[in-house]
């Protein structure tokens, strides 16, 4: 695995507002504690979620964006990007590629934390058909787009974006995770960005409980005892 000394930028991909604060804010605050610079990829903007359909779709997005911006801030990041694809219909596309690919040459990050491009049979939730499709396609634009200066030559010729090879991904959402982060230190920052997602949660009754006995699982799962909170990850090598 990369040495933290090495990980002095993290770019985070996925599918909808909200994933990554399910997936990752914990080490995500933590990161930005140690002064890591992270920027969040979401490439829906969530309009087809959420239980009250007060608004319609366009309405839709434009609240989310708004949500997940506050939820980046309450674990400390204010890089935020959007592809605007539409929410329920993503296919790993070689337009998405070269649309992730875009921004990994931009951001320059050494590891990257996307969504498992297979499904999960332990446990449904994390393998929305979205996050499967961005998972891949995020793999693809890490091996080989973003790396290959001959891969989508538009990104070099018209938009200057020199090809950047990622040393590391961590995937979140797969049923055989091999790394633990203790986000103890974070885990009410990690409450607080899930909250913000105010659409989609407020209306879930102990909700507050719910996240934090599911993260305490995987603490005790990882060994690090009781009281304590992690999230999980399958640590993937592409240098
Ligand atoms: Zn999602």
Known sequence: MLPDSEIDRVLVVTAHP????FG??????LFVDRGVEVTYLVVTDGDAGGNERTLDNAGMAELRRAEQLAAAK?????????????????????????DIARVIRQVRPDLVIA?????????????????????GATLDAVYPDARNPYAFP?????????AWTVREVWLTGGSTPDHYVDITDAVDRKLTALQAH???????????????????????EAGFGEGRYAEGFQVVSTA
């Open 74 to 98: 309450a674990v400390g990041v204010t890089d935020v990007r959007f592809l605007g694809y539409p929410d329920g219909r993503v296919e790993p596309s070689l337009e998405l590629r070269r």
């Open 115 to 135: 969504q498992h491009p297979e499904r999960n049979y332990r446990f449904i939730a994390p393998s929305h058909p979205d996050h499967r499709a961005v998972g």
């Open 198 to 220: 105010v659409s989609q949660v407020a209306h879930v009754e102990g909700f507050a409980e719910f996240v934090k006995s599911r993260f305490a699982a995987w603490a005790e």
């Open 24 to 29: 990752s804010a914990g080490s995500v605050a």
């Open 18 to 21: 909200d994933d990554a604060d």
């Open 154 to 162: 538009e990104l070099l010729q018209r938009e200057g974006l020199e």
